[in-house]
Structure formats: C-alpha cells, structure tokens
C-alpha cells in the first residue's frame, strides 16, 4: 500500500509544484511587463507608415524586438486535449500574449529616446526543434521605424 502511495503520491506532488512554480513565473513576467509599459504610455506606436507631426522629423532609424518563449509540458499537455474536442487553445493565449507585448517592449528598448514609432509589425513564428514531440517555442519579432522630431 505504501509502495503504490509512493509510486503515484510523489508524481502527483510534483506535478503540482512544477504547475505552481510556472503560474508563479507567469505572473512575476506579466508584473514587469505592466512595470515596463506604464514608463512608455506617452510615446506612441503606430501602424500607420506616416502621421502629421508638429516638428519635423530629424532623424529615424530601425527599430527591432524578439523574443523566444518556451511552451511549458502543462499548456502543451492541455492543448493537446483541447485538440481532441476542437475549440480554441485558450492555454497558448497568454503565451502569445507575453510575447507579443515583451517583443514591443525591446523595440522600444533599442530606441530608447525616439518621440514615436511608425509602420510597427509583429511577426511570429514556431520553433519545433524538427520534432512534433518537442517541446516547441514561439518567437515574436517587433520591428518599425523609431522616428525623432525636431525640437
């Protein structure tokens, strides 16, 4: 009896700390990336490839951000019965989410002093290490044009 509490107890034990420890990770992220977004809330990001400034623009540049992110075995595992049934894979959202928001926030880092960003786009792509078992990762590319006005 106690061998069979071992042999499921100890599995089941684990796999709730290691769910707890990637919620808890999770949210340490959302926390810097609301942190990171509220210093930036003035400058604005557009997808318009031009917009009537004030001033002239003095100067502009490219401006890009990436990131790779890891799918965890629980997203995975619960997509995985999401595409038994069909429906939408609600566990990848905040993935794709973090990602996408994390990608704007380095564009905007390797243009720290630009007044704007114009023509912004968000590309994403799956990495699955040539495998379908894998793991897998999705990488999300922010790129535009940072723009600086004359003053």
Known sequence: MEIVLLQVGVPIVLIIFGWAFGKAAEKKHYRSIHRREKLHLEIPILSASWTDFDQPISRASLATGSVVISVDAYKKF???LRR???GELVSYAP??????????????ASAPEADAFLNCRLETSTISGGSSRGM???EVLAFGTAVWLEE
């Open 136 to 138: 897998g990762t999705v």
């Open 84 to 86: 038994l049934f069909g």
């Open 78 to 80: 619960f997509a995985g």
């Open 95 to 108: 993935l794709l989410d973090r990602a996408r928001r994390e990608a704007i926030l380095r564009m905007r």
